[in-house]
């Protein structure tokens, strides 16, 4: 009798388990939940062969575009295959909404957010935990090698009434003397301001007078993005050198 109630309790708390545990989805994880999941399903082969496309097609893009600061295997480190796979399967919903060929700098937009991103890095949380590759980079160049890059030269993606909203979606913080000529310029192209210690949700930091203070050296150790203000004007106008 104590033996089966033992049994009944058992079952009862392993049901309770099962269905909390299921229940526990953090939204962004899902697509990685559901990745993993499909490693485990029989089509083995297939998938490993998807799988090897994926680091290829990594591989390939980052060469072809001459991103060839990253060595080829920062896309075999631990987590970039779901970053790879979300950016070249899945899109995920992104867009490059703006490209310039001279800097090389792109405004992606998301669902939720836009982010500046180069060969260099990107603005998003995620760039800034790990300093690798995010699934924005990889779009970014994937986007560049699919579609031809001259499409961007001529701003035809920007409808013409917004044309001076190049930094709209785009949160900055200025340091250094000399700021107002730099937040004139950033109201003026419909970008806007941040303010937070912790540099969360900041964009990039804008250095008016291109001082490497401490507080310079802190952003860029925690992979904020910086920028004199000669640097920053030339980030989506087309000056060529
Ligand atoms: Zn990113």
Known sequence: ???????????????????????????????????????????????????????????????????DEWDKSVHHASGQRSRIERALKYSEGLSVVQYNPVSEYAKIRSKHNYYLVSKHGCSCPDFRERALPCKHMYFLANDLISNDKTRYDEHDNLPSFCEDAILYGLRFMIMGRGQEEVKKYINSHFGSFAASSSFQGVTAIVVADGKETARVAEAKSKNVMTFSFEEFKKLFTEEAE
């Open 1 to 67: 009798m104590g033996g089966l109630l033992i049994i009944i309790g058992v079952v009862v708390v392993m049901i309770v388990l099962l269905y909390f545990g299921s229940k526990s989805d953090v939204p962004d994880e899902i697509s990685t939940q559901e990745l993993a999941n499909q490693e485990s399903k029989p089509d083995q082969n297939n998938r490993s062969a998807e799988i090897e496309w994926l680091y290829d097609e990594a591989e390939m893009l980052f060469e072809d575009n001459g991103w």
